[in-house]
Structures are given as C-alpha cells and as structure tokens.
C-alpha cells in the first residue's frame, strides 16, 4: 500500500528527489546536449545575473556579494567562463585595474537556450493536468515544504 512509508519510493522526499532529478535531466539534455563543456549550476546562477543586469557595469564583487561566496572562489568561477568563451573582462574607463564583466554572445544565446528548454520542460511536466491539479499540487508542495521548513532550525 502506498504511503505507508514501507518503501523509499513511498516516501515524499524520495519522490521530490526522483522529480528533481529528472527535471534536470530534461533541461541539461535539450540546452547543453551539444556543447563540449557544459556549464555548472553556479555558472549559469552567474550567467543569468549577468543577463537580468546587462544593463550595467557588474564586477567581481557584485557576484560576491550576490552569491555571498568568496573571492577565490569567484575567481576560479570567472576564469573558468572566461576559459570557456562565455565571459569577457573589459577595463573600464575611470580605472584601468577595474574590470567589468560582460557575456559573450554565445553565453546569451545558451541562457536563452536554457529559458527555452525550462518553458518547454514546464509544457512537458503540466501536459495533462487539468488547472485544478495544478493548482491542488502546488497548494500540497507549500504544505510540505511548510513542514521542512518547521524542522529547520
């Protein structure tokens, strides 16, 4: 009998889990499928940023403090993208020390790709639910991530 909780597969966190795992299956297969080197889950956090914010100067220290991760870290992060064609590093005027951080095409053209493929993933995943099924699965996830949240300290 189901939810009895007698095998992992009845148990809430496993399902979540196996959901989430093929979720990400789903996008990384459709957007980076092709790609020789594919990006980490940080690198694409820190190419959205710099998509949702190219219309400003971002430097090192915004995605430090964006991410609240250290600057080794953010440097090891950058070189990698840089290494990878999906940043450049560009003196600006004021300073020539100070480097803004811009991405390339081919970065803009994989975050769309990415966008892309989560819309249709969404298509995919809600195929067949009628709007109250949506609506009833969404209101059972804030009730339990509400009770994960209560074992949280």
Request: a positive charge; one cysteine or more.
């Given at each position: 009998?189901?939810?009895?909780?007698?095998?992992?597969?009845?148990?809430?966190?496993?399902?979540?889990?196996?959901?989430?795992?093929?979720?990400?299956?789903?996008?990384?297969?459709?957007?980076?499928?092709?790609?020789?080197?594919?990006?980490?889950?940080?690198?694409?956090?820190?190419?959205?940023?710099?998509?949702?914010?190219?219309?400003?100067?971002?430097?090192?220290?915004?995605?430090?403090?964006?991410?609240?991760?250290?600057?080794?870290?953010?440097?090891?992060?950058?070189?990698?993208?840089?290494?990878?064609g999906w940043i450049t590093r560009e003196s600006v005027g004021e300073d020539a020390r100070l480097k803004k951080i811009v991405l390339t095409p081919r970065a803009v053209e994989l975050h769309e790709r990415v966008g892309e493929c989560i819309r249709k993933t969404e298509q995919l995943l809600s195929a067949g639910l009628a709007p109250e099924e949506k609506q009833e699965f969404f209101r059972l996830c804030d009730k339990i991530r509400s009770n994960a949240e209560k074992g949280i300290e």
């Open positions: 009998m189901r939810g009895q909780g007698k095998e992992p597969w009845d148990e809430i966190g496993f399902q979540v889990h196996r959901l989430h795992i093929l979720c990400k299956r789903l996008v990384d297969q459709r957007a980076f499928g092709d790609l020789k080197e594919k990006p980490t889950k940080t690198q694409t956090w820190v190419m959205n940023y710099l998509y949702e914010n190219r219309g400003r100067d971002v430097f090192q220290r915004d995605i430090q403090e964006q991410f609240a991760i250290r600057r080794s870290t953010v440097t090891g992060i950058l070189q990698l993208m840089e290494k990878n």
